[in-house]
């Protein structure tokens, strides 16, 4: 089970839970640049109520998958909420609560200063307007308890590492940030992943097909004839969603040559055939030597 945390970084908010969040919504819910705690309300120095009264964060583990594509995830979590027992009355269920005499059940006094007269909660009832006599036995009297709740969030696709969102649990609201692990086969950058594809030398030569394994599906990839170490193959829209926009990014495939270490003879035959028509050679290739009437393979 999660355990509350202080750190709070970009916010989105969850406002119905009935369906799954489409792009537009991701695009209205995400809000990076709002403060976690929103703005007081009641006076300019603020509703301390407000203050004591905000929601918990916990931290949930994702998948690179899970965060790519989206997910609905189960999720326990331990929350302050109106006490069961009691529906939030405070009092124990068949009993009843007494008349606040102090306050004339207003739930606020009045004091005489001198010139001055002040208007407070009332000290005697707590600003209920009335007394528990036999406080509920779960809450003690608060209308409140400390609840363990299973709740399926609703994860949208392309959500990021750090990425925090706001759902109401109960009459509750908690914060959720996401920890997204990293994939032994994607990288990420915004919507685009990148990969890397192993190819023979000879594909790299002659060019041909390969299979390289893609988000949501495997991929053939066309190898061009003379492709390079490193470079870089594009395909549009196989990408993550992106999640304050529309569409989806891009795949880039990063083409790596594999050397083979051993050669049979008739390869290692091939290639040094090969080497002595080769024109555009920095230093010397073994096997191979220069003589005046060209190159020469030492194995012929």
Not at 34 to 48: C, L, Q, V, Y
Not at 185 to 210: E, Y
Request: charged share 20%.
């Amino acid at each position: 089970m999660a355990e509350p945390q202080a750190e709070r970084p970009r916010l989105c908010v969850f406002p119905d839970l009935s369906r799954p969040p489409s792009a537009a919504d991701i695009e209205t819910w995400c809000q990076p640049h709002r403060k976690i705690f929103g703005e007081f309300s009641s006076s300019s120095f603020g509703d301390f109520q407000t203050v004591f009264d905000q929601p918990q964060e916990y931290f949930m583990e994702l998948t690179f998958n899970q965060a790519a594509k989206g997910v609905n995830k189960e999720f326990t979590v331990n929350i302050m909420d109106t006490c069961e027992r009691c529906n939030g009355k405070g009092n124990e269920p068949g009993t009843k609560v007494q008349h606040c005499h102090y306050c004339g059940g207003s739930g606020m006094e009045t004091i005489n200063t001198g010139p001055f007269v002040m208007r407070s909660t009332c000290r005697r009832c707590g600003g209920r307007g009335s007394i528990i006599i036999s406080p509920c036995v779960v809450c003690r009297g608060a209308g409140q308890a400390k609840q363990k709740k299973r709740v399926m969030i609703p994860v949208p696709a392309g959500v990021e590492d750090g990425q925090t969102v706001r759902m109401p649990v109960g009459k509750r609201e908690i914060f959720i940030t996401f920890r997204v692990q990293k994939s032994p086969v994607f990288r990420r950058d915004g919507a685009d992943i990148h990969s890397d594809l192993f190819i023979s030398i000879a594909q790299a030569l002659l060019g041909g097909t390969a299979r390289a394994q893609g988000l949501y599906e495997t991929i053939n990839v066309t190898i061009p004839p003379g492709t390079q170490t490193d470079q870089k193959i594009r395909m549009g829209g196989k990408g993550i969603p992106r999640i304050n926009s529309y569409g989806y990014g891009d795949h880039y495939i990063h083409i790596k040559i594999r050397v083979p270490k051993r050669l049979t003879s008739r390869q290692q035959s091939l290639i040094l055939s090969y080497a002595e028509d080769e024109t555009d050679v920095e230093g010397t290739v073994n096997g191979v030597t220069l003589t005046s009437s060209g190159k020469r393979s030492t194995g012929n």
